[in-house]
């Protein structure tokens, strides 16, 4: 039988997600920054970012996109479903003295928030949202007129990618993706290749999954 101080680790551990636990080693993959880099020079080229531009990222994880960006912006709110990510960047804001990025623990799919913003950006998110058209329409009600969102993720995979449990996308259709920002009211939408991701397989073989970056922008009325 556990004892009180058993019982507080386990039910500790089971409120924690997927990502809580990922946290610590997340910025130890050389992997995540070099993808980063990649998706910060080419949300740069893609879309007009300048220091009167408020951002949102959507599952900021470690923070390590936002703070790529951030001398280019005017300010950013960083919002992640993991307390332990949110931790992190907290840490980071603290220690760099940075006093333009700002964070929220909150789940964007079952939670609402407020705000207006230039630009919502994520990246390695939306294979994970279970519904994409109520999101968009979230993002949709947070830019103001002429705003720009960005979505970096995983051209459409066999399914390799994650282990077995995984329960989200298999990646996406750029023209798939492209008629859902259509049909939530997005328009001059536009996508690149940006990154390669290369996993080597349990027998040694190494697969190779394309990242796109797609922008598109709210009408200006």
Known sequence: M?????????????EMNEFDIKASGWDANPVHLQRSVAIAQMLTEMVPLTK????LELGAGTGLLSLLLKDRLKSVTM???SQEMIRIIDKKIAEQGITNMTTLVLDLEKEDMNGNYDIVYSQMVFHHVGDIDKILCKFYNLLEPGGYLGIADLFKEDGSFHDEHFTGHNGFEPDELMKML???????????SCFVIKKTSENGSVREYPVFL????KADS
């Open 182 to 192: 259509k049909r939530n009211h997005f328009d001059d939408i536009r996508y690149q």
């Open 214 to 217: 797609m922008t598109a922008r």
């Open 2 to 14: 556990m004892n009180d101080d058993e019982k507080e680790i386990v039910t500790k551990t089971q």
């Open 52 to 55: 009167d531009t408020r951002a």
């Open 79 to 81: 919002i992640d479903s």
